[in-house]
């Protein structure tokens, strides 16, 4: 390893860099005014790729040169600046005041349907772009040869850093935006109309997401799956910045750029894992990032499960819908089984992740590290050590519970949007791991052969073995969200000054409350996986932690129940949908954004609103 | 012995001094008000205090023990109990929920698993809302109460904790006039009762010269005065530091406009 | 006496069930200074807000310089040359002073002459010596009379003042009596909601008395300050 090398991987990590801070620099641009994490960003990044690589060549063929190449990928970053305009028209200003685990996941309905949408207007293959005109022979630096187009790649951050302070300084535009970023109601108030301004800005967000996905044109080919892998990295920018400070997000891609041109190095298989530690490290050190500052809390954070009047009913309730289930084997056959199996198993995930989210005002969005970990767990000491189903599942729920209390320990420091982020950032490293880890985990193609004991590998024996542990769990679950511990968790939800006033140690009950709700997911992954027989890296993706969500949001995360009953009804929905056409990503996208726009209290909340509204 | 000793409290932010060599005490029963102008000192002397802040020199004595270094929580069971100038209970539960978390809190129960907290010390808690005059509304959800209630109920929640000291942050801030007498009525009879020492900040000169026995006047950070009320009105410095003009303090009567 | 600049006719306001204004009906005139007391949380707050379109409201009419303010949003409002200073002031604390001011900037009417930062800085000669500073490092006095300040940038013809008072040392409550008695000289009419009573008398020429988001009182100062048992029922001083 001599020095030419050395500067060259230098350089490399100078070229990712500059490219990432583009892209991040849009990102925290945009939460910094409208405060929603906008997921849908790496989507646009992906659409300012396919757009270039379709556009350029086009027009290349037109007109060969510089100028045409430069013209196209600036061609194509206002496109998708336009498109950002639009994503801002018809569903962000409508979610500015909801609360952020609903915007979140509203983004996130975005970047289903895009993803689907771009394969029916490009097409299902990976588009290479053209190189850049003049800047195809490649430069000699200490005697190796390096791309001149990554030197121009190098250049662009900084110019776009220059460009983008210049305007946020010195331009009324710019103190606006400040402002915005700070008092948006009030700025209205002082005759502004801010609704130009945000589009403004979505403008100039999504822009620099097409810029930074056009320039990528040359160097990888526009592919689907670009959206999360980009978004991915471009969250933990923007965290470690310090999110809505483009500065911070500058020095921040500096270093993870490098990191990974370093880091490839030392953990070849990993990188992803290197730059997800980094982020662990310095939100552990500085929790708001380099140079973020704590959020004002607004009411929007405060939703949440209330105390109620007991129904009378309640405990009746409770054993008529155990009983009702128990007697479904009379009913339904082996297919009904299984999908009841699934529903059951998927109840109680989203149920664990309602004591974070519903109770304790904590927004995870990694909550499929538990699951995940929980399969994995059982999975692997039945290759490895050859354990039965019996002491298999209570090692997945051991190993889910020991990742929960490790994750916990560095998040439960955190509150509000940097929470997410983090346990999004922790759940990605557990994916990296599982997916890179090839001789242990298996990597992409997991382990099989994961089969319960035979007394319980009939659909309906399994059937009810899945109903009396997750009805058992469930009801404990229940209990310690009405004990003492669920009461702190609200507590510390409601008002932080009082909570440690009266001598709660916040976080230390919320450390406990992730290690609860992470043992209970891992005990649902441990059940799913011997149900299955298999286990993959995808229960560990974000898509498995959207899912989770998604039944709290369809159900209501305001009530108990709301988790069970959108388990269900998001299972029934993809089994009768998924059959029936191949857009079932833009449906689910779709149904998202819908419910968060038209019912945010989910089916349980509307149904009981509506009654209170009656009586 | 003396209840609450401050000793030599200093504290800066990024080379701005915000406390110089505060000292102070305060003994049981007593009523003690912090005045002074904005940006004076009065919240982080007070959160030195209450431990949401660590001085740079100095020390807090609670009953002749050291505890300069303490949590909040580690202080709330030593005898602290607090207030805050916006209200601070938990509004998605009942108000005596609200009481009764703290009985939990105190007797160090928050993290049990099992039986239902609203169940807990419900007694306790209605016992505790009645000196407060709010045991009617102990089944009344915290969020639908009048904000003048929800001082009584969160008074109640810091007298929870059985304190010895008793710190309340602007008590009356955002109440009407005749509430406020009321509320300070109220927590001098009970920290007379029980022998709890109260220190205090506020703005309303009313309550200050009609509830504190003592008063400090900070400036810059600087004990400028302490007193009995009726003396600190007539120090010529601290008028000149912080009442201003006599008359904008005083009702005016019949006074006509300008 | 000269025509209403702002007209309000059986203003009502809800938050969610519970109704916090009942009807209010009040007019303000140019150049005039109007008090709106009441006690805490008997809607002062709420009223403002209802007239700049912060919170829903209904009303019979309201109307400022015969533009009607149904369903305008608040910006709009705002340009009609309503300005507004909030209770909690809202300064833009990472932006500094001049950045503050610049923000509230909006053109003058005609045959006026327009606030400038100079002038300005004449009025609050504290804010001269701190153009640079951020919003972040200056007292909560400052921060009052940066509020009033920038919104005085947006030429308005009316402003609606939120308690500047509350909060903040007696020293510099009289030298915001002398800048609203400034705004009026320059024929800036005033609607001022107040919890200090001795403050709201000493400066207005008319006031409003509201109680549970119903009006108790219309009329002028003089009047209010002579009837001492509607000041003791519903203000209690």
């Known amino acids: 390893m001599d020095l030419s090398f050395l500067a060259i991987q230098a350089l490399n990590g100078l070229s990712s860099a500059s490219s990432l801070f583009i892209t991040a620099c849009g990102l925290t641009l945009v939460f910094g005014v409208t405060r929603i994490v906008n997921f849908a ?142 008092d948006r109601e009030m700025i209205a108030a002082l005759g502004v109309n801010q609704a130009l301004l945000f589009t403004g800005t979505l403008f100039l967000g999504a822009f620099l997401a097409g810029l930074g996905g056009a320039l990528q044109i040359p160097r990888v080919s526009a592919h689907a799956g670009m959206d999360l892998s980009i978004i991915a990295e471009a969250f933990v920018v923007t965290v470690v910045g310090g999110m809505g400070s483009v500065p911070g997000a500058f020095l921040a891609a500096l270093v993870i750029g490098q990191l990974q041109a370093f880091g490839i190095l030392i953990f070849p298989k990993s990188t992803l894992v290197v730059v997800f530690l980094l982020m662990a490290i310095v939100l552990a050190v500085r929790p708001y990032g380099f140079f973020g500052r704590p959020e004002v ?75 995940g970990l929980g399969a994995y767990g059982a999975a692997l000491a039945v290759k490895w050590l050859a354990f039965p189903m019996e002491t298999a599942l209570p090692a997945g729920l051991l190993l889910a519970a020991l990742g929960a209390a490790l994750i916990g320990a560095f998040v439960v420091r955190l509150s509000g949007i940097y929470l997410a982020m983090m346990t999004l950032a922790a759940a990605q490293i557990v994916f990296a791991v599982a997916f890179q880890w090839v001789d242990v985990t298996g990597g992409d193609n997991g382990i099989v052969g994961v089969w319960p004991s035979t007394w319980a590998s009939g659909p309906t ?31 510390a939800r409601d008002s932080t000054a009082r909570a440690e006033a009266i001598g709660l140690y916040i976080r230390r009950h919320r450390w406990l409350a992730f290690t609860i709700s992470g043992a209970a997911a891992g005990l649902a992954g441990g059940i799913y996986a011997f149900s299955r027989g298999s286990v993959d890296p995808t229960l560990l993706g974000i898509p498995t932690s959207v899912d989770a969500l998604t039944m709290l949001l369809i159900g209501g995360i305001q009530t108990v129940t709301g988790p069970l009953v959108g388990a269900g009804v998001l299972h029934v929905l993809r089994d009768q949908i998924m059959p029936l056409t191949s857009l079932w990503r833009l449906v689910l996208g779709l149904s998202i954004i819908a419910i968060v726009l038209v019912f945010p209290r989910g089916i349980v909340g509307t149904i009981r609103n509506w009654r209170e509204e009656r009586t | 012995m003396t209840l609450l000793s401050v000793q030599h409290l200093s504290k800066s932010f990024g080379g701005v001094t915000a406390a110089r060599d505060v000292s102070f005490t305060l003994e049981r029963g007593e009523m003690l008000a912090i005045i002074g102008p904005n940006g004076a000192g009065k919240s982080t002397v007070f959160n030195m205090v209450g431990g949401q802040l660590r001085p740079d020199r100095g020390a807090v004595l609670l009953d002749g023990q050291n505890i300069t270094a303490a949590s909040p929580q580690k202080r709330f069971r030593l005898g602290v109990g607090r207030t805050f100038q916006v209200a601070q209970t938990f509004l998605s539960m009942s108000v005596a929920e609200n009481v009764q978390m703290a009985l939990i809190g105190s007797r160090r129960e928050s993290e049990a698993l099992w039986s239902p907290a609203r169940t807990r010390y419900r007694d306790d808690a209605v016992a505790l809302l009645e000196q407060v005059g709010m045991a009617g509304m ?34 009356t801030a955002g109440m009407a006039a005749r509430e406020r007498a009321d509320l300070m009525d109220l927590t001098a009879s009970i920290a007379g009762a029980k022998g709890i020492g109260v220190l205090f900040t506020e703005h309303d000169m009313d309550v200050v010269f009609g509830h504190a ?42 006074l006509s406009p300008t | 006496m000269s025509e209403p600049l702002l007209e309000i006719w059986n203003l009502t306001a809800s938050y969610g069930r519970a109704q916090v204004l009942f009807g209010l009906t009040f007019q303000l005139r140019q150049g005039e200074v109007m008090a709106l007391v009441g006690r805490n949380g008997a809607g002062k707050t709420t009223t403002l807000k209802s007239i700049m379109g912060l919170v829903p409201a209904t009303a019979q009419k309201a109307s400022f310089k015969g533009h009607s303010l149904s369903h305008l949003p608040t910006y709009r409002i705002a340009r009609l040359g309503l300005g507004y200073v909030p209770e909690d002031r809202r300064i833009f604390t990472d932006l500094t002073v001049e950045e503050n001011l610049e923000a509230g900037r909006k053109a003058a009417g005609a045959g006026r002459s327009p606030w400038t930062p100079e002038r300005l800085f004449r009025l609050f000669p504290n804010l001269a010596e701190m153009r640079g500073r951020r919003g972040n490092q200056m007292s909560g006095g400052e921060q009052q009379m940066l509020a009033i300040a920038r919104t005085l940038m947006g030429n308005p013809d009316a402003i609606l003042l939120d308690e500047p008072s509350e909060g903040i040392a007696p020293v510099i409550v009289q030298m915001m009596a002398q800048a609203i008695r400034a705004m009026k000289a320059e024929g800036v009419a005033v609607l001022l909601s107040e919890q200090n009573w001795a403050f709201a008398a000493s400066i207005s020429d008319r006031a409003i008395v509201i109680e549970r988001g119903e009006m108790r009182f219309e009329g002028s100062m003089a009047e209010l300050i002579a009837d001492e048992r509607l000041r003791a029922e519903t203000l209690g001083v």
Do not use: N
Request: include cysteine; hydrophobic fraction near 55%.
């Open chain 1, 297 to 371: 809390i607004g009411g929007a954070h405060a939703v949440g499960i209330a105390s109620r009047e007991r129904s009378p009913f309640a405990t009746l309730a409770v054993i008529a819908v155990i009983g009702i289930l128990a007697a479904l084997p009379l009913i339904g056959d082996a297919y009904v089984l299984k999908v009841a199996t699934e529903i059951l198993i998927f109840a109680l995930f989203a149920f664990s992740l309602q004591i974070l989210i519903g109770v304790g005002g904590l927004v995870s969005f990694g909550h499929a590290a538990f699951f």
């Open chain 1, 41 to 182: 960003h790496g989507s646009l990044y992906m659409i300012g790729a396919y757009t270039a690589a379709t556009l350029v060549p086009r027009l290349l063929e037109l007109s060969f040169g510089p100028v045409t190449f430069w013209a196209g990928i600036l061609a194509s970053a206002i496109v998708v600046g336009l498109i950002g305009v639009l994503i801002e028209v018809l569903l962000l200003r409508r979610i500015y005041g909801a609360p952020e685990l609903f915007q979140l996941l509203a983004t996130f309905g975005v970047v289903l349907v895009v993803q689907d949408v771009t394969i029916l207007i490009f097409g299902p293959e990976d588009i290479l772009g053209p190189r850049a005109p003049g800047l195809r022979a490649p430069v000699e630096i200490f005697g190796r040869r390096f791309p001149s187009y990554e030197l121009v790649l190098i250049a662009a951050g900084p110019v776009v850093l220059g460009l983008v302070w210049l305007l946020l300084r010195k331009t009324r535009f710019g103190v606006l935006v400040r402002a915005a970023t700070q």
């Open chain 1, 461 to 491: 024996t399994y059937y009810f073995f899945t109903l009396a542990l997750t009805a058992a769990v469930i009801v404990l679950l229940m209990r310690i969200i009405d004990a003492p511990l669920g009461y702190a968790l609200r507590a």
């Open chain 2, 213 to 254: 026995e003592r008063v400090i006047v900070l400036v810059r950070g600087r004990i400028l005065a302490t007193g009995a009320p009726e003396d600190i009105r007539q120090d010529p410095e601290v008028r000149r530091a912080y009442l201003g003009d006599e008359h904008a303090l005083e009702r005016p009567k019949g």
């Open chain 2, 138 to 171: 102990a089944d009344h959800p915290c969020s639908a109460l009048a904000y003048g209630d929800v001082k009584r109920v969160e008074l109640a929640i810091a007298l929870a904790g059985q304190p010895k000291l008793l710190l309340m942050d602007e008590p």
